[in-house]
């Protein structure tokens, strides 16, 4: 950070949640290698005379995270339409929400103090543009993909408490391994199950008066997260002192030449003109639902990590990796539980399960482990067995099976 200058983020992430269909249609969700529009119909293609119809399991998997993030869910909420006019965006319009969102005012705990949540709203996802063409002949096409037109976003929209790039890209990280933990997501960004976007601006140190804001987009890593808004302070704050003005705008990043591109101007609520959409009815959340799914969440991370160190007494680095994975802190529970010994399990996690993907069955590591430890097998020896056991149903596979949409 600058001397003399405070630097103030506010993050929007998207988050695409773990349904079998669209938001509002009955198309599969498509995977990334699907040829170009062969996972549409007439509801996302924004036909004349479809009607939507609402996916209650992106419902589910949005109230699920607004738990786990400790919001306030209000009994009644409403889809609005988002108005405004792009090629990716067949109807003209996108169906999200506005004044009455899903779920506010909650927060998530990093690094000992609470980041604020402001919402959990629902929306669909825009298509894609695909651009093609020859520099030599200058012929330039762009061709459009509706695949991922439809699909459900949870958004997920922080106030501005974030004071660096380091505390931006930790809360970016820490949100994905929540989710991912209570299953409602696998919140891959090079996937696009996960898109951050910071708003970003400066002050003078001590100034009560929040700076002129951008919005980065077109970042697909923590780490580019974290480079681009140290790229977009720098020039804010180079920007000011040499007499310039912050202008509010939407930037890009550039990996390619690390740094961050004007794209268009910022608008502001009103440009998009937002009203109710007709088409779908008020849903009135019922408190006994919301208790249910309450019920349902599983050990949240930092609790986990907690209870990893207090009751194992894992080191810092070794509940970084455990206990930020529900597949890797339930395995290495799991072995404990059935004989393991704690410090060379949870190392044989770290060194070679973690970085390989591959988990295998509690009680197989257990064996692995006691043979390692009675001298019956060598680590190589056991590097040699452990891809031949049975693999591990994991929580990845229970979960898809329990969407029920």
Not at 12 to 24: D, G, I, L, Y
Not at 260 to 273: G, I, L, V
Request: aromatic letters at 6%; glycine letters at 6%.
């Amino acid at each position: 950070m600058p001397d003399g200058w405070d630097v103030v983020i506010g993050m929007e992430v998207h988050v695409q949640p773990r349904t079998r269909t669209k938001m509002f249609c009955g198309c599969a969700v498509a995977p990334l290698n699907a040829a170009p529009n062969s996972y549409v119909c007439e509801i996302c293609l924004g036909l004349p005379g479809t009607l939507p119809v609402i996916n209650k399991a992106a419902v589910e998997a949005c109230l699920k995270s607004a738990l786990a993030l400790s919001c306030e869910i209000p009994r009644h909420t409403k889809f609005d339409r988002k108005n405004y006019m792009y090629p990716d965006l067949p109807k003209g319009y996108q169906i999200s929400q506005y004044d009455l969102p899903m779920s506010v005012n909650g927060h998530l705990e990093l690094n000992g103090r609470k980041i604020r949540i402001r919402r959990v709203h629902l929306e669909e996802d825009t298509g894609k543009l695909v651009h093609a063409g020859d520099k030599l002949h200058k012929a330039w096409e762009s061709f459009v993909d509706l695949n991922r037109a439809g699909v459900p976003l949870m958004e997920i929209v922080t106030e501005p408490d974030l004071r660096s790039a380091d505390e931006a890209r930790d809360y970016a990280m820490e949100l994905r391994t929540l989710l991912r933990m209570i299953g409602v997501s696998e919140a891959d960004m090079e996937k696009g199950q996960l898109r951050a976007e910071a708003n970003v601006s400066v002050n003078r140190e001590g100034s009560s008066e929040l700076g002129v804001k951008t919005e980065l987009k077109n970042i697909n890593s923590f780490r580019a997260l974290h480079r681009a808004i140290l790229y977009e302070v720098d020039r804010q704050t180079k920007l000011i002192e040499s007499g310039g003005a912050v202008e509010q705008e939407t930037r890009g990043w550039s990996e390619a030449e690390q740094r961050t591109f004007s794209q268009r101007s910022k608008e502001f609520a009103e440009d998009y003109r937002y009203f109710p959409e007709p088409d779908l009815p008020p849903l009135e959340i019922d408190p006994d639902w919301v208790e249910d799914l309450r019920r349902t969440l599983p050990e949240l991370p930092g609790a986990r990590r907690t209870r990893l160190t207090s009751q194992h007494g894992l080191s810092a680095a070794q509940v970084a990796v455990i206990g930020g994975d529900r597949d890797l802190a339930d395995l290495y529970e799991g072995a404990v539980a059935q004989g393991a010994p704690t410090q060379p399990t949870a190392n044989w996690i770290v060194n070679e399960v973690a970085p390989t993907g591959k988990l295998l069955a509690p009680q197989h590591l257990a064996e692995l482990m006691q043979m390692m430890g009675r001298d019956a097998i060598s680590r190589d020896q056991a590097r040699e067995v452990m891809p031949i056991q049975r693999p591990w149903p994991t929580t990845e596979a229970g979960r898809s099976r329990r969407c029920r949409h």
